[in-house]
């Protein structure tokens, strides 16, 4: 069948989303990278528009999580570089991260790129982009100002106040495992590995976040780029520290991920994405065991589709 939700979506303006002009988070270009990742993590956002440190007018980008992720792995040491000489090893790694700015790590993921939109366009134009794995875009006036963002979550809380309505009533009811969400089996990552080895991890399959689960395979935890806030304190980063104690210590929050099941209703999961305010939510099966993940991306992927 056609596409309800793609339908819309298409009727929608970008300026018919008001709440999208407000005061701009941003980021200097010439601050560390703490301060993006601090600013992240207090928005809950996944990425940050870089003004340029003269002009404040000028947007020179785009920073997001796996940015910073990208960036950390590349001055993190390497696993005999840290058995052969660890205090030294993690010093230089954090003397490198606590000194390098925005600037030089802007779309180093390659996942965020500098899209301006303009607010006549209809909100599916920018669901596209969305779909692709953008998080945030920034809206221009005429004179090419940035007057405010719009977002996935934007795009969800919309969806939310409609679903179960009219032409969305229907395919409010269905399944995430009907509509074919959640169904790919996620990487994990052991509560006793390393903070290191979760960053690579991220790094490699190129996603924000990963589950974290117990010897028995039970999720207890969600490890996502935006935990890095805490990764460099006191004298060198915490490359070393299990991620189950790196979570306790400087996210506890992330000790509790929000799950779903494959029979729980499109409409729920949207609920829970929106009033969790998180960006995912794990799939599980009846022994707690991580079967899946459903997105902000993946929803905007359900909306973009042609048909469903």
Known sequence: MSNPLHKFFHQILISNFKDYKHAVITVSAD??????????????????????????????????????ATYVLSV?????????????????????????TVRNILNASGRDPYIPIIENEASTFVINLFARGLHRVPIIDRAE??????????????LHEELGVGNLKEISEKTIKQLGLGMESPVRVRDENSVLFAI?????????????????????????????KGLYTENWPSFRLRVDEYLAKHSPQSAK???????????????????????????????????GVVSTTDIMKLINATSI
């Open 31 to 68: 601050e560390g990278i703490e301060k993006a990742v601090s600013l992240m993590a207090e928005h809950k956002f996944t990425s940050l528009p870089v003004i340029d440190t003269k002009d404040k007018n000028k947007c020179l980008g785009m920073v997001d999580t796996l940015d910073v």
């Open 76 to 100: 993190a040491p390497d696993a005999t570089q840290l058995k052969e000489n660890e205090l030294k090893s993690l010093e230089i790694a954090g003397r490198a991260m606590a000194l390098e």
């Open 145 to 158: 100002q940035v007057t405010g963002t719009l977002s996935q979550t934007n795009i969800l809380q919309r």
């Open 200 to 228: 690579k991890a991220i790094a490699k399959e190129r996603v924000s976040a990963v589950p974290v689960i117990d010897e028995f395979g039970r999720l207890v935890g969600n490890f996502s780029a935006s935990d890095l």
């Open 257 to 291: 991920p929000v799950v779903v099941y494959h029979d729980t209703k499109l409409k729920d999961v949207v609920k829970e994405l929106v009033e969790s305010k998180v960006h995912r939510v794990w799939v599980v099966d009846g022994e707690m065991r991580p079967q």
